[in-house]
């Protein structure tokens, strides 16, 4: 099930967000790994404002989660991990077109998100799920903003592109955000 985080949540997403770096270890890319987990506080912002959804089993595990951020050019997920024990099955594109939905609902037409080019689960497992790379030449102010700040945070150590897909993207066995 895909619902909206509740503060008792959170603490349960950096364990997640620490478990889905573990595989970045595997592609030579340690300092991702080593990232930490978003704090309290920035989650409680995105908790705060309604942007945060996570994937559930029937006991109300929660499997993997996301953020976003509402940006000029539509919905920006700023981030979707999916825990390791429970990758491969799906529950990331769920989350994705779930939030391609909510964004459409909310007449928002795009969605972006920026990723690793060269990283199986990343960019390539993007397309597969309909977005397609974003010229730089292209980029809106705010999707430049987040580019800018993530070459300060050093993750342009590695090739990064920034990708977007429509919104009206549907698969017919997502779940829908309430």
Not at 36 to 50: M, Q, R, S, V
Not at 152 to 165: H, K, Q, V, Y
Request: aromatic residues 6%.
């Amino acid at each position: 099930m895909i619902r909206l985080a509740v503060p008792d949540d959170l603490p349960a997403l950096q364990l997640i967000e620490t478990a889905a770096g573990e595989p970045f270890r595997d592609v030579g890319m340690d300092a991702i790994a080593d990232d930490p987990p978003p704090t309290l506080d920035e989650l409680t912002k995105y908790l705060e404002a309604d942007h945060i959804w996570v994937m559930t089993d029937a006991a109300n595990t929660i499997l993997g989660y996301a953020l976003v951020d509402i940006i000029d050019v539509g919905v920006h997920i700023e981030q979707v991990s999916v825990h390791p024990l429970h990758s491969r099955k799906g529950f990331g594109a769920q989350l994705i077109d779930s939030i391609a939905d909510w964004a459409g609902s909310h007449h928002h037409h795009v969605v972006t998100l920026t990723t690793f080019a060269d990283v199986p689960w990343n960019a390539p497992y993007y397309e597969r799920l309909g977005f397609e790379r974003i010229p730089e030449s292209t980029m809106s102010p705010d999707l430049i903003r987040i580019r800018t700040h993530e070459q300060a945070a050093g993750l342009d150590s590695w090739p990064r592109i920034t990708m977007s897909r429509p919104t009206l993207r549907r698969r017919p066995s997502t779940p829908r955000i309430g």
